[in-house]
């Protein structure tokens, strides 16, 4: 069993930065991919970023590329994704997720996921 956790969303103005964490327990974390996702009130749960075990494959949806980085600390056991740059179109909950399949844009490939974390970008 792994549990997940997020944290550091918030309220910000638009141009803003953020820094979200998710902290992971319960497995080895360093053996598997972690990815985030968003889900905006109306619409699907959307692909972000998603770094493989050793965090030297990263991957960005094209709306966030450029503008956030996701990154990982096996340490701590924790996935970041800082965000740069925001827009009111980012407003949505953010949720991380672990992963044991190679299929890191799929939702439906990830096996665990935390309870998310509002991220709000005001104009």
């Known amino acids: 069993q792994v549990q997940l956790s997020e944290s550091g969303g918030g309220l910000v103005q638009a141009g803003d930065s953020l820094r979200l964490s998710c902290a992971a327990s319960?497995?080895?974390?360093?053996?598997?991919?972690m990815g985030w996702f968003r889900q905006a009130p109306g619409k699907e749960r959307e692909f972000v970023a998603a770094?493989?075990?050793?965090?030297?494959?990263?991957y960005y949806a094209n709306s966030v590329k450029g503008r956030f980085t996701i990154s990982r600390d096996n340490a701590k056991n924790t996935v970041y994704l800082q965000m740069n740059s925001l827009k009111p179109e980012d407003t949505a909950i953010y949720y991380c997720?672990?992963?044991?399949?190679?299929?890191?844009?799929?939702?439906?490939?990830?096996?665990?996921w935390g309870q998310g974390t509002q991220v709000t970008v005001s104009s």
């Open positions: 997720a672990l992963t044991y399949s190679g299929s890191y844009y799929n939702v439906n490939a990830y096996d665990y």
């Open positions: 319960g497995r080895t974390f360093s053996s598997y991919a």
């Open positions: 770094v493989r075990r050793t965090g030297g494959n990263i």
